[in-house]
């Protein structure tokens, strides 16, 4: 059988599965071994143009008609993967929620002498469940229920499925990974799996294949030069918010990820108007750094009424810590938690956009970057520009992009 390998995703729907199918695919692809994924939940989709199998009731226990239409597709899947396997393909990733014994004894005796590796995703951040399945609620599969009525059937759906969920145990070679937290939490190997320290690694690296991440339009303070606060975007803010969304017309960004901040929801709103269709997701964890006592001020009047903040400050700006507020330093746990819900809740296939703010944003490309910390606090974020990131196994890639538009004249 040479190199071949059947990974089986397991675990409730909204687990990260999907994401981790695909960082898996793509980053193998790479790699140069022959991969592909093996998605139950698309395939349904797709022989399912009127929506009928998105109600909750389709995925009860009880519903006999439903049932059996799950394991069709299931069975359909292995098959595409048989023939895959025979026809010189080496990985294939069944990506369901296989939750059932029943459903991976199936699987399983489909691939005779091919070795499995049960991958199973667990999330237990509550915050992160919680926004993936109203981000999940929005998409088309529920367009035509309103979104309370939306997230109550995808709820429903889950309880069905967790109702007959049996534990991996007698399955041998089985991982559990926590996919909010790309780590390994159990491992279970009792063979020689091929790819299988590669697959470890690839777990637990990030991979991103394409971030934009944007500073948010001029605001009144940005003129006046205070820091903080909640001001709207200038004219001129708005202009380059247009220019954003020009700029991103052509390039599908499903979801925008913010501060709770009006500026950067004022720059992501034309954006996301451009899109068919995007949400925006405003994270606390992006709000830009709180100056305690000297929000609202300018530097100047910094300098002048309070010049110890500027002395200590200065020298020492990573660490510093604003009296009543945060420093960068401080800002680390939260910056790094945003960051990893973003990841979760976005697809691994998708762009991704985030719109923060000067030292948020300054803390975000750190994180990709190997700087000293003294240089992150003087990263340059300009608002007329935006970084473009991309890293996998293969490539690195930091670019500053202009998006001005050239005839709005600012
Ligand atoms: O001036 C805009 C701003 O985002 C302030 O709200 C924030 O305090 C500051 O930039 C962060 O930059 P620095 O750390 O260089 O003062």
Known sequence: MGRKLVIVMVGLPARGKSTMARKLGRTLELDGIRVRIFNNGELRRQLDTNSNTSSSEFFSPANVQGREMREQISRMNIEKAQTFLADG??????????????????????????????????????????????????????????????????????????????????????????????CILQEQITEVLPYYDRIRDIITTRVVRNLFLV??????????????????????????AKALAEHFATVRIPIIFTSNYTRTLQTASPIAERQDPCSIIALPEFNEIHAGV?????????????????????PNKYRYVYPGGEGYKTMEERVHRGLKKVFFLNNYDENIMIVGHRAVNRMILSSFLSRQEEEIPYIYMPQDCYYHIQIDPHKRLFELIAYRNVTSGW
């Open 89 to 182: 393909g080496e990985v294939a990733i069944m990506d369901a929620s296989n939750v059932t014994r029943e459903r991976r004894q199936t699987i399983a005796a489909a691939f005779p002498g091919v070795p499995l590796c049960y991958l199973e995703c667990l999330n237990a951040d509550e915050e992160a469940l919680e926004a993936n399945l109203e981000r999940k609620a929005r998409l088309k599969e529920f367009r035509h229920l309103p979104p309370e009525k939306a997230l109550e059937s995808f709820v429903k759906r889950i309880a069905y499925y967790e109702s007959i969920s049996e534990p991996l145990d007698t399955e041998p070679n089985r991982i559990l990974v926590d996919s909010f937290d790309s």
């Open 215 to 240: 500073r948010h339009g001029e605001t009144v303070y940005n003129r006046e030069d205070r820091i903080g606060g909640d001001s709207e975007l200038t004219d001129k803010g708005l202009e380059q």
């Open 294 to 314: 000297c929000e609202g001020m300018t530097y100047e009047e910094i300098r002048q009424k309070m010049p110890h903040v500027a002395k200590a400050r200065g």
